[in-house]
Each structure stands twice: as structure tokens, then as C-alpha cells.
């Protein structure tokens, strides 16, 4: 066998690995479970490096958790917008109406006054998150589990019904 090259060792291998690595139903169903947890968090501009970060600590499937984190993308903003009034209420603090365009006025504007003004609501809606994710994480696992182990059932079934069987092996006299 040729000796493998510098290419292969430190470029095609580790993005084998990543492709491969956490296939069983558990772990894809985990990498789903943590991927859309944190994919909600409230903080734009942080969930991918935040699955970035637990798919390496948790050795989940990178390319799967990315993925689920685009995909949750059209659920970012609401879900910012309901942990920040989950945030208020569970800290008691009256809501305001926060308009988007005041609040990238004041972020360019006066940054100092955005996050003296909003950083005990971003906090908030963070120890919001924070309660909702366990319970996010388990639900999401819990309804994935299944459904991937039956997928997985099939697959192997499908693979038993095309793969020919082995010739009849004779004794020898």
C-alpha cells in the first residue's frame, strides 16, 4: 500500500472523520437535540460557534449540527423575542417595546447606551434559555430517538433484501 500523503493525513482524514463520526441513531439524535438548543440561543451572531463548540466537546457530528443550525435559523428571532419576554417576566421586569430599528440606531450610534440599556435584558433572556434548553434537549431527543433507530431498521432491512447470499459452502470430504 503507498504511503498516504501530507494532503490526505491533515486535509481528506479529519474531514472523514467529521462526516463519519457520531452515526449511530443516539448520538445523531443528540446532535440534533444540542444542535437546535443552542441554535435558539438568544445572542445573534454566537450559535455557531456555540455548536461549534459542543459538537467538539461532545464528539457530535460537526456537518449534522451545522446543518441544524441553519435550518433553525427562521426560528432565531422569534425565539429571541420570546426569551426576552420569558427573561422579564421571570425577573419581574415590565416589558418595553423594543423596535429594531431604535435599537440598531442606538447600537452604532452610542454602543455604550445600547448595552447599559439592553445587556440586563440580554442577560435575562440568556437565564430564560437557560431553563427552556434541558427540557428543549430531552423533548428534541426524545421524539428523534425513535424515528432514527426505525430509519436505521429499514436501512438494514433494504440492505438484507439486495445484498445476495452468500454460495452454500460444502463440506469437505
Known amino acids: 500500500m503507498a504511503e498516504r500523503t501530507s494532503w490526505q493525513r ?3 482524514d479529519p474531514i472523514a472523520v467529521q462526516l ?3 452515526i449511530t441513531p ?3 439524535a443528540l446532535t440534533l437535540a444540542v444542535g437546535s438548543a443552542l441554535a435558539l440561543f438568544p445572542i445573534l451572531g454566537t450559535t455557531t460557534l456555540l455548536c461549534l463548540v459542543a ?3 461532545l464528539r457530535l457530528n460537526q456537518p449534522i449540527i451545522q446543518i441544524v443550525n441553519a435550518l433553525c435559523t427562521p426560528l432565531h428571532l422569534p425565539a ?3 426569551m ?3 427573561g422579564n417576566w421571570v425577573f419581574h421586569v415590565p416589558s ?3 423596535g429594531i430599528r431604535m435599537m440598531n440606531h442606538m447600537l452604532w450610534d452610542d454602543p455604550r447606551e445600547f448595552f447599559e440599556k439592553f445587556g440586563m435584558t440580554a442577560l435575562h433572556a440568556i437565564a430564560a434559555w437557560a431553563v427552556v434548553a434541558p427540557f428543549w434537549v430531552l423533548t428534541v431527543f426524545l421524539l428523534a430517538l425513535p424515528v432514527l433507530r426505525e ?3 429499514r436501512k438494514a432491512v433494504v440492505i438484507a433484501q439486495t445484498t445476495p447470499a452468500p454460495p452454500p459452502v460444502h463440506p469437505v470430504p
Do not use: D
Open 20 to 22: 463519519t463520526q457520531g
Open 151 to 153: 430509519a436505521l431498521r
Open 80 to 82: 429571541i423575542y420570546c
Open 96 to 98: 418595553e417595546h423594543l
Open 55 to 57: 459538537g467538539i466537546m
Open 84 to 86: 426576552v419576554r420569558l
Open 26 to 28: 443516539e448520538k445523531v
Open 10 to 12: 491533515h486535509v481528506i
